[in-house]
């Protein structure tokens, strides 16, 4: 039987495809052109990376070529170290532009185009202070008033204009702004300001400018200039699209089109720079790539792979409502990666020393252990057994309850590539901490079978205490303890929700000797607790881990 499967795409297509597919069919558009256009004033977050696989994914999806454009229109805040930053995370990410501009580098260009919006009437140079515009602009529900600057002539408009770049006038002197509407019902067509006076040094500029355009003048020109089809942004802009049509109508200049979708929320998380900014700044968290920070650099350092957040980004869709996404989708699309990925290992974070009395005192074995039961190209790995181990305290329970299948008195358990153990008691200190737990081997169980088929319950996992490294592993938490921590009373903020438990620096952890040379950002799984990731302040001589996520949602079942 035939059935018509060759024109139906698996996945449904977004609005955004949509779009581009019937300017391509009805030839409004020859080519996809996009950008990605980052403020430099702070580190990327999940969100930008959200923006960057869209813009860089339809463009590679459509054969386009994607820009990527700084916009530096704001020299008070921005900064050369973001420059870098950003570039290494697009990088990072797996994208690379077609070419590389700052809004800076326009700045002249949007000068000129100014001018020629004075010469049409259409912009005007205005001594109102800022506050006096704030107020002369109306409300939703009533007009605005015209400024009494708003009349002057072309000639008068060119030359204030003229003598506000050449530095005649402090900050906040003078303005210029759009002629439009002072009763327009959108409020961002009253009279929009195109330009402000800030004499600060800039970035790339330095001292040459001291007029700086606003992102409702600078953004959508600077799209014209590159011919950007597609200007696709966050669903706040689209009461700024028709300002972005009538400036790029009044100028007649080539048309860019703007195009929204939703922002990504992601529940206990900021994702605002300013507030990010501020966490870094008050030392909240150790910096921008804080493992617990939101940021790409913090996710790397992490242990999050390029793959799982693009991954993560495509499940999550392009949708044109806002909503909030479970941090657990994140967790969920790195699990699926880093199974794959990550080498199993053995290491115990809270180690109890575990005697196997019947085991020959000065024996060493050693066991055969599979790298990745996924992928059997990693193929196997020693490991070395003697009749002192390290296991976790939680895997030892005195008086353990009926399901407890671990190490308890009179129980067996399998330790796991080794043997069948029975617990035979224990040691404690005056406190009544356990400081020693006892147990025999069954020789005829090497590897972990039993000869007679008998059932074991319980896999425990350890390591060789005569034989292991020892590692600093830092554990976290989310950053916040509320879904949305934005969401705050009256006399709070964002801080107030912060999770003071949000790191736990754990010492003197035991790992198996394998891991003796391992690199910054080198990924595992330790078995049974997690996935880890080599820090950046990791050496041989000092180890330290960072817990990129456990093997399941543990924080689904303490909600
Ligand atoms: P923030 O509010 O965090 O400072 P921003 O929007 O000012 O972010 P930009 O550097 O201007 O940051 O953003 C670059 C691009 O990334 C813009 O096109 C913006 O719309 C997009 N972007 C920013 N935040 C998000 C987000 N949470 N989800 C999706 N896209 C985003
Ligand atoms: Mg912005």
């Known amino acids: 039987?035939?059935?018509?499967?060759?024109?139906?795409?698996?996945?449904?297509?977004?609005?955004?495809?949509?779009?581009?597919?019937?300017?391509?069919?009805?030839?409004?558009v020859q080519s996809i052109q996009t950008r990605f256009p980052p403020e430099p004033n702070g580190y990327l977050h999940i969100g930008h990376a959200k923006s960057i696989c869209i813009n860089f994914g339809l463009a590679k999806k459509y054969g386009g070529k994607t820009n990527l454009r700084f916009d530096d229109t704001n020299p008070v805040k921005e900064d050369t170290e973001y420059v870098d930053s950003i570039k290494e995370d697009i990088h990072w990410l797996g994208f690379d532009w077609a070419e590389e501009h700052y809004a800076s580098d326009?700045?002249?260009?949007?000068?000129?185009?100014a001018c020629e919006l004075i010469k049409k009437g259409l912009a005007y140079v205005d001594d109102q202070t800022n506050?006096?515009?704030?107020?002369n602009r109306g409300t939703v529900q009533s007009p605005g008033k015209n400024s009494p600057f708003r009349d002057r002539s072309v000639e008068e408009n060119l030359h204030l204009f003229e003598e506000m770049r050449q530095g005649k006038?402090?900050?906040?002197?003078?303005?210029?702004?759009?002629?439009?509407?002072?009763?327009?019902?959108?409020?961002?067509?009253?009279?929009p300001i195109m330009y402000r006076i800030i004499h600060t040094s800039h970035h790339r500029t330095g001292n040459k400018?001291?007029?700086?355009?606003?992102?409702?003048?600078?953004h959508g020109e600077s799209d014209s200039i590159e011919k950007i089809t597609h200007s696709i942004c966050t669903l706040e802009f689209d009461i700024h699209r028709p300002l972005y049509d009538w400036f790029i109508k009044s100028l007649e200049i080539y048309p860019s089109h703007q195009y929204e979708f939703a922002r990504l929320n992601i529940t206990n998380t900021v994702m605002s720079k300013r507030k990010l900014l501020q966490l870094v700044k008050e030392g909240y968290v150790a910096g921008w790539d804080d493992p617990r920070m939101p940021t790409i650099c913090g996710f790397r350092r992490r242990g999050y792979t390029p793959e799982s957040i693009r991954k993560f980004c495509e499940d999550i869709g392009v949708a044109k409502r806002d909503n909030l996404i479970d941090y657990s989708r994140l967790e969920n699309a790195l699990r699926d990666d880093l199974n794959k990925k990550a080498d199993r290992v053995m290491a115990v974070l809270h180690p109890v020393k575990l005697i196997i009395d019947n085991y020959p005192a000065n024996?060493?074995?050693?066991?055969?252990?599979?790298?990745?039961?996924?992928?059997?190209?990693?193929?196997?790995r020693k490991i070395s057994f003697s009749n002192t181990l390290y296991i976790e305290q939680e895997d030892f329970m005195e008086n353990a309850p009926k399901k407890y299948f671990r190490m308890t008195v009179g129980q067996e358990v399998r330790l796991r590539y080794a043997y069948i153990v029975k617990c035979t008691g224990c040691e404690k200190d005056e406190q009544g901490n356990v400081t020693v737990v006892h147990c025999e081997y069954d020789p005829l169980t090497r590897g972990g079978d039993t000869p007679d088929g008998r059932k074991i319950k319980g896999t425990i996992h350890w390591v060789d205490a005569n034989n292991c490294i020892d590692a600093k592993v830092n554990v976290f938490d989310r950053l916040f303890n509320t879904e949305k921590p934005d969401e705050v009373e009256e006399g709070k903020t964002f801080l107030d929700n912060l999770n003071p438990n949000s790191l736990t620096v754990l010492e003197g952890c035991k790992?198996?000797?394998?891991?003796?040379?391992?690199?910054?950002?080198?990924?595992?799984?330790?078995?049974?607790?997690?996935?880890?990731?080599?820090d950046y302040d990791s050496t041989p001589e000092n180890l330290i881990f960072n817990r990129t996520t456990t093997l399941k949602d543990s924080w689904a079942k303490q909600k």
């Open 209 to 218: 400018w001291c007029i700086y355009p606003m992102y409702d003048y600078a």
């Open 363 to 380: 024996q060493t074995e050693e066991l055969d252990a599979v790298n990745n039961p996924e992928d059997e190209s990693r193929g196997k």
């Open 1 to 28: 039987m035939e059935t018509n499967t060759l024109n139906t795409e698996k996945v449904q297509k977004n609005f955004l495809e949509e779009i581009i597919e019937s300017d391509l069919q009805e030839g409004r």
């Open 511 to 534: 790992l198996e000797r394998s891991l003796q040379n391992v690199k910054p950002l080198d990924k595992f799984q330790f078995e049974r607790l997690g996935y880890f990731s080599v």
């Open 131 to 135: 506050e006096q515009i704030r107020e």
């Open 106 to 113: 326009y700045f002249e260009q949007l000068y000129n185009w």
């Open 169 to 191: 006038y402090q900050d906040g002197e003078k303005t210029l702004r759009a002629k439009i509407d002072m009763a327009h019902p959108n409020m961002n067509m009253r009279d």
